[in-house]
């Protein structure tokens, strides 16, 4: 082989080897702190007592106030979050668990809540404890708001959950427990009625951005926050969404 044809072939391997790391997932938490976490929202409630904290290995959110932890250290565009979750057992249905995933999301400002939650700014994969429950677009692996999974896999509280949200392009699919329950393409999805002011149409929304958890109302556990980013070939483009 010439010292060119093997140049070249050392280049491909390397490149392909580089490709593969990209592809590959690694944790976003650490099993023991926040390192890398930044609080967007009141850090306590009203009792004094934290919003997030780490026990026993899991991130734990006690539900008494509304805010995010994002995952502050990089943006993401094309990638899958896989998230394994679990809420409290509720005493009454009312109080049952309500949490989120944020995606492609900027800061949370609490001053300016309507605008800035992932919700409203971007887009928010929600998560309740709504076992049994028909799906729709409020419910559990619902794009919130905007489009509805097909199904409600979802194991009652204080089971342990798995979510995956896979974002390429405008195509975003969620799968909960195995099952994909919803494919959908943002460029294609209904517009809000009544939203606030300012906030961007489905297909304006940001194709790169934060990763964020939510905590909304239950105490919600968290394990096992992983990211796989996804590499596209150049001139690549997501494939549209199933029907």
């Given at each position: 082989?010439?010292?060119?044809?093997?140049?070249?072939?050392?280049?491909?391997?390397?490149?392909?080897?580089?490709?593969?790391?990209?592809?590959?997932?690694?944790?976003?938490?650490?099993?023991?702190?926040?390192?890398?976490?930044?609080?967007?929202?009141?850090?306590?409630?009203?009792?004094?007592?934290?919003?997030?904290?780490?026990?026993?290995?899991?991130?734990?959110?006690?539900?008494?106030v509304f805010g995010f932890l994002r995952y502050d250290r990089q943006k993401f565009a094309d990638f899958a979050l896989r998230v394994e979750y679990r809420f409290a057992p509720a005493a009454a249905a009312k109080d049952r668990?309500?949490?989120?995933?944020?995606?492609?999301?900027?800061?949370?400002?609490?001053?300016?809540?309507?605008?800035?939650?992932?919700?409203?700014?971007?887009?928010?994969?929600?998560?309740?404890?709504?076992?049994?429950?028909?799906?729709?677009?409020?419910?559990?692996?619902?794009?919130?708001?905007?489009?509805?999974?097909?199904?409600?896999?979802?194991?009652?509280?204080?089971?342990?959950?798995?979510?995956?949200?896979?974002?390429?392009?405008?195509?975003?699919?969620?799968?909960?427990?195995?099952?994909?329950?919803?494919?959908?393409?943002?460029?294609?999805?209904?517009?809000?009625?009544?939203?606030?002011?300012?906030?961007?149409?489905?297909?304006?929304?940001?194709?790169?951005?934060?990763?964020?958890?939510?905590?909304?109302?239950?105490?919600?556990?968290?394990?096992?926050?992983?990211?796989?980013?996804?590499?596209?070939?150049?001139?690549?483009?997501?494939?549209?969404?199933?029907?």
């Amino acid at each position: 082989m010439s010292i060119t044809r093997f140049g070249l072939a050392v280049g491909l391997v390397l490149a392909v080897t580089a490709a593969g790391r990209a592809d590959e997932s690694r944790d976003l938490f650490d099993g023991k702190t926040l390192d890398g976490w930044a609080i967007d929202g009141p850090a306590a409630d009203k009792e004094g007592k934290p919003v997030w904290a780490v026990r026993d290995g899991v991130i734990v959110a006690s539900g008494k106030v509304f805010g995010f932890l994002r995952y502050d250290r990089q943006k993401f565009a094309d990638f899958a979050l896989r998230v394994e979750y679990r809420f409290a057992p509720a005493a009454a249905a009312k109080d049952r668990g309500n949490s989120g995933l944020g995606i492609r999301t900027g800061v949370f400002d609490p001053k300016k809540s309507q605008l800035t939650r992932p919700s409203w700014a971007a887009y928010e994969i929600q998560l309740l404890d709504d076992a049994g429950k028909p799906p729709n677009a409020h419910g559990t692996g619902s794009l919130y708001r905007y489009a509805a999974p097909s199904a409600n896999p979802v194991k009652p509280a204080p089971e342990w959950n798995a979510v995956e949200v896979e974002c390429v392009g405008p195509r975003i699919k969620v799968t909960v427990n195995g099952m994909m329950v919803l494919d959908a393409d943002q460029t294609t999805l209904a517009d809000i009625p009544k939203k606030p002011a300012g906030a961007p149409v489905p297909k304006d929304k940001p194709l790169s951005g934060y990763v964020a958890l939510q905590s909304h109302s239950g105490h919600v556990e968290f394990r096992k926050v992983q990211v796989r980013e996804i590499t596209r070939r150049p001139g690549s483009a997501a494939l549209p969404a199933g029907p």
